[in-house]
């Protein structure tokens, strides 16, 4: 069956390293997104992808970058890993016309 | 910004009972969307409405959607304890936007 995996699901990390976190889609979708959950914010947009070699900067974008080289997957970088930056981060996909997304099962990361 | 803002933040109802999540919105949008999350679980699509769609259902559940009061809500109907959950709803941006805003979502406990 198709379906979107991330990885790392657990990552603790040090203030100041750089941190990657993997989304790989087995759908041929076009669109994928990236999002950050907080307690009291809901999900927030950082980044997404309507293709190869496309990436737009979504509402929390600053810390963050994308690259997409394929259509299967959108890695995230942290550049430079900040205690504020400690979240839960999904990554989505969907189909172009209807814009239904369908999320991986997330990457918890902690910064100390 | 979230687009979406769904009310109440919390609800804790009977088994079979029916559920109601309301949710409000800020501007035109091409449809909303409702998701489902189960703690510690990534997103699921429910429902998608148009924003040329008053009414729409998918077994248990009820979309209803008002463009003129930026409104829509979420009925689930004869709740189980299985649908205990976080409900968002997300909305698009308008024309030719494959982006989602989600609302910081209502927490749904049914007691068995």
């Known amino acids: 069956d198709a379906e979107i995996t991330q990885s790392p699901r657990h990552k603790i990390t040090e203030t100041g390293r750089q941190v990657t976190l993997a989304c790989h889609q087995t759908w041929n979708h076009n669109n994928m997104f990236w999002y950050r959950q907080d307690l009291g914010h809901g999900l927030r947009l950082i980044h997404y992808s309507y293709g190869v070699q496309d990436t737009n900067k979504g509402e929390v974008s600053d810390g963050y970058s994308v690259s997409r080289s394929n259509t299967e997957d959108l890695p995230l970088t942290l550049e430079s890993a900040a205690s504020s930056q400690t979240s839960v981060y999904f990554c989505?996909?969907?189909?172009?016309?209807?814009?239904?997304?369908?999320f991986g099962e997330g990457s918890r990361l902690t910064v100390l | 910004s979230q687009q979406g803002e769904e009310d109440p933040q919390a609800l804790s109802i009977q088994e079979g009972e029916n559920a109601t999540m309301n949710c409000s919105y800020k501007t035109s949008i091409n449809n909303l969307q409702w998701y489902r999350q189960n703690s510690g679980r990534g997103l699921v699509h429910l429902i998608l409405?148009?924003?040329?769609?008053r009414e729409k259902h998918s077994g248990r559940l009820r979309v209803t959607l008002d463009t003129s009061k930026k409104s829509s809500s979420l009925l689930i109907t004869a709740s189980r304890a299985a649908d205990t959950a976080s409900y968002f709803c997300?909305?698009?941006?308008?024309?030719?936007?494959?982006?989602?805003?989600f609302g910081k979502g209502t927490k749904l406990s049914v007691i068995p």
């Open positions: 409405i148009r924003s040329n769609e």
């Open positions: 997300a909305t698009d941006s308008g024309a030719g936007s494959y982006q989602l805003t």
């Open positions: 989505a996909s969907s189909i172009s016309n209807t814009g239904e997304l369908f």
